[in-house]
């Protein structure tokens, strides 16, 4: 559906622009806005390396037992079919850190690797287990303490309060993956 609407907008745009004699307008904004992709990727890019190389060093603590062993009766309630000395259990939870932290980039290799992880234990190959959808809900929904892809993102535009949306994030994150927990409690119940 999307690759039919925004080619549709940009030839609404680029007609529109002929008409009223705006082209100039256009090739203006198509270059300042490729200059501005291209700086917050690399603004992007800075920050995803750091929190990556963070991470790194944090999987080679005891950091991450203490996390675990933190999330441990958490995720006995929302993966009630996975062990705790399963290789997916380590993997949920390094993921689940990882987003808390805001670290959507460095969560995603660890996310695949524990729904590779689940799909092995899965008995119907074919069909998602209760532990692979509450996965993906939580990840959907993922509660974030530290937002900083957004953080970066707001640092790169130029925001003089570029942590100022931090207790809004709080508070839809929570509110987000709180509401679809208990839901999806209740249909995996029926169904």
Do not use: H
């Not at 904004?29 to 603004?43: G, K, L």
């Not at 999987?59 to 079919?81: A, C, G, Q, S």
């Not at 925001?159 to 209740?186: E, F, R």
């Amino acid at each position: 559906m999307l690759n039919i609407i925004w080619p549709l907008f940009i030839i609404i745009s680029l007609i529109y622009a002929i008409f009223f004699g705006r082209v100039s307008e256009v090739n203006l904004s198509i270059f300042d806005s490729v200059e501005n992709a291209v700086q917050i990727s690399i603004n992007l890019l800075g920050t995803i390396c750091l929190w990556n190389g963070i991470i790194k060093i944090a999987m080679n603590t005891e950091l991450v037992d203490k996390l675990k062993r933190l999330l441990k009766p958490i995720l006995k309630v929302l993966f009630p079919e996975i062990k705790e000395k399963d290789q997916a259990y380590s993997e949920i939870s390094m993921n689940i850190v990882a987003n808390i932290m805001g670290l959507g980039n460095a969560a995603t290799p660890l996310g695949l690797n524990a729904m590779k992880s689940m799909q092995k234990e899965n008995l119907e190959k074919d069909r998602l287990s209760n532990s692979m959808a509450m996965f993906i809900i939580i990840n959907t929904a993922s509660i974030q303490i530290i937002p900083t892809t957004v953080i970066a993102i707001r640092t790169s535009l130029g925001s003089k309060n570029p942590t100022g949306m931090i207790l809004a994030v709080w508070i839809a994150t929570i509110g987000a993956a709180v509401s679809a927990i208990i839901m999806s409690k209740i249909l995996m119940k029926r169904w």
